[in-house]
């Protein structure tokens, strides 16, 4: 059974680092992709950042290019967002989801399996 646990989440203040971890079982990262995406109050959910099965090919989004980077550990299977410089408008619940394919894509109707989410907040 395919599973996706985030932790991480909670209050930061402005200018400040996170680092989200997205935890995986029931499957292993060296076949399936991984994307993080986020989700605003009274905002679609926004694809942040992906990583491929290998861990060769990442990328993220514009609002977020040079303060998150996203990691994998597969011995762990773990992946994780680090997340630096961190902006109010960075505040949503973040999911990471996965797909069975080598390569990731920043669409969120691209991904089979979702975890439940972790809330960021983001204020002084």
């Known amino acids: 059974q395919v599973q996706l646990v985030e932790s991480g989440g909670g209050l930061v203040q402005p200018g400040g680092s996170r680092r989200l971890s997205c935890a995986a079982s029931?499957?292993?990262?060296?076949?399936?992709?991984i994307g993080w995406f986020r989700q605003a109050p009274g905002k679609e959910r926004e694809g942040v950042s992906c990583i491929s099965s290998s861990g060769g090919s990442t990328y993220y989004a514009d609002s977020v290019k040079g303060r998150f980077t996203i990691s994998g550990n597969n011995a762990k299977n773990t992946v994780y967002l680090e997340m630096n410089s961190l902006k109010p408008e960075d505040t949503a619940v973040y999911y990471c989801?996965?797909?069975?394919?080598?390569?990731?894509?920043?669409?969120?109707?691209?991904?089979?399996?979702w975890g439940q989410g972790t809330q960021v907040t983001v204020s002084s």
């Open positions: 989801a996965t797909k069975r394919r080598l390569m990731c894509t920043l669409g969120a109707f691209d991904y089979d399996y």
């Open positions: 029931g499957f292993t990262l060296d076949y399936y992709a």
